[in-house]
């Protein structure tokens, strides 16, 4: 039975699905459910000039990340037991994040292997490599 | 809502974890569930002096997995919508028969990306790639 099951969303409006079906399982499982989203923000940006057109771009999509983590929270209707926003590549990030908060499940948009489904599609198949814990892949529109 | 899931078994006895769990998400969601196992077997085999070691292979292997199938839905205590035994590659058979029955949601089991697990973590990649639907790794012992 899944008691303690961690949501990965890139707040992508095809990540919706995922979200949706994330707060029914748990609701179906009567169990917790936790948040995760990934600010896959590479600080080589900041070498190529960025920082001059982009000031303050780290706090800047932090700050993004808040709102958006807040407009799930407030879309879903759920109590979350924990969220949290990482940074880094976000397969490592959504594993060592499940591993401390002992998630039995994880759920991820997954897109087909085609276009820009690619990079998404990657890094649900890299969880779906190193989880400790099961993994349910929402298939998400391309 | 999940209303027509297809498990996806090898019989071996670590699969019988996304067995058991494909069974509790049917009953969760009160839906149809499915069986499929694949018969991996490779023609080749005859090419290489195979037929005189192991004669009718081919027939020995197909009713090893009916037994196998027969064990699994005993074991289960489910009413299963269809069972199938297909041959080939698991992913694409796999596939090819969930979109035949018009499944939601593909359960099967995920080994790491070690050792023996290679090969079946491999099936489970290659299905969560191209499936059109959801997919459910269970996570199985190495």
Do not use: W
Request: hydrophobic letters at 40%.
């Amino acid at each position: 039975m899944y008691k303690n099951i961690l949501l990965a969303s890139d707040f992508s409006p095809e990540a919706e699905r995922a979200e949706r079906r994330a707060a029914e399982v748990a609701q179906k499982y009567d169990a917790q459910l936790s948040l995760i989203h990934v600010v896959d923000y590479y600080p080589s940006m900041q070498l190529e000039g960025g920082l001059a057109m982009l000031p303050n771009i780290e706090e800047r999509l932090n700050e993004k990340a808040q709102e958006d983590m807040d407009a799930c929270i407030a879309r879903l209707s759920m109590t979350f037991k924990n969220t949290h926003i990482g940074h880094g590549p976000p397969k490592g990030v959504i594993i060592d994040y499940a591993n401390e908060i002992e998630a039995d499940l994880i759920v991820l948009g997954s897109h087909g292997r085609h276009g820009l489904g690619l990079l998404l599609g990657s890094t649900a198949t890299g969880v779906l490599h190193i989880a400790r814990c099961d993994v349910l892949a929402v298939r998400v529109q391309e």
